[in-house]
T-cell receptor
Framework: NAGVTQTPKFRILKIGQSMTLQCTQD?????MYWYRQDPGMGLKLIYY???????DKGEVPNGYNVSRSTTEDFPLRLELAAPSQTSVYFC??????????????FGQGTRLTVV | GENVEQHPSTLSVQEGDSAVIKCTYS??????FPWYKQELGKRPQLIID?????GEKKDQRIAVTLNKTAKHFSLHITETQPEDSAVYFC??????????FGDGTTLTVKP
């Protein structure tokens, strides 16, 4: 199993450009998450999904969009990049059902700089 | 929704001393409490977890305790080593629910 795979690892965007951060998991997890982590700070939840076709906003959704067409994929879209979106982005997945939960597995992160 | 508070935000200890990080949660439906370690420039990774039917769990130098009545859980690291220096996150989640993370604790172990 590859776990959670994020691409790209690094990206520099110009203000106003758009991009999609890709995230794929092969563990058949139902929950998937996108976090951003600013330097020296904690994890801020952007969006999450409880299963294919279902997404919901987290704490800091403005400026981002997501979709979940399959169990495996959860891309994050930045439409009009702004310097405030400079951050490290982590995708994560976990399994959460009434019988119990698993840990969250994180991707290796995407370091995004908007100039 | 769930709210997780984590303290302290920074912790500095001498090598060989113990370190304790505490978290409180608000949702009594939460029943799974993992702890993650994030080394500099790396992704967070699970180091230990506890479920609500257990009060304490140990794994070598690391232990976690859970007090369901008070809605708090703690991470204990004994005989700290420089390689324990990292950011530690607690989290809480209910069955069939999303995980909520604390804001993290930066632990520095001084040689």
């Amino acid at each position: 199993n590859a776990g959670v795979t994020q691409t790209p690892k690094f990206r520099i965007l110009k203000i106003g450009q758009s991009m999609t951060l890709q995230c794929t998991q092969d563990m058949n997890h139902n929950y998937m998450y996108w976090y951003r982590q600013d330097p020296g700070m904690g994890l801020k939840l952007i969006y999450y999904s409880v299963g294919a076709g279902i997404t919901d906003k987290g704490e800091v959704p403005n400026g981002y969009n997501v979709s979940r067409s399959t169990t495996e994929d959860f891309p994050l879209r930045l439409e009009l990049a702004a310097p405030s979106q400079t951050s490290v982005y982590f995708c994560a997945s976990s399994y959460s059902i009434k019988r119990g939960n698993t840990e969250a597995f994180f991707g290796q992160g995407t370091r995004l700089t908007v100039v | 929704g769930e709210n997780v508070e984590q303290h302290p935000s920074t912790l500095s200890v001498q090598e060989g001393d113990s370190a304790v990080i505490k978290c409180t949660y608000s949702d009594s439906a939460s029943n799974y409490f993992p702890w993650y370690k994030q080394e500099l420039g790396k992704r967070p990774q699970l180091i230990i977890d506890i479920r609500s039917n257990v009060g304490e769990k140990k794994d070598q130098r690391i232990a976690v305790t859970l007090n369901k009545t008070a809605k708090h859980f703690s991470l204990h690291i004994t005989e700290t080593q420089p390689e324990d220096s990292a950011v530690y996150f607690c989290a809480a989640s209910p069955s069939a629910g999303k995980s909520t993370f604390g804001d993290g604790t930066t632990l520095t172990v001084k040689p």
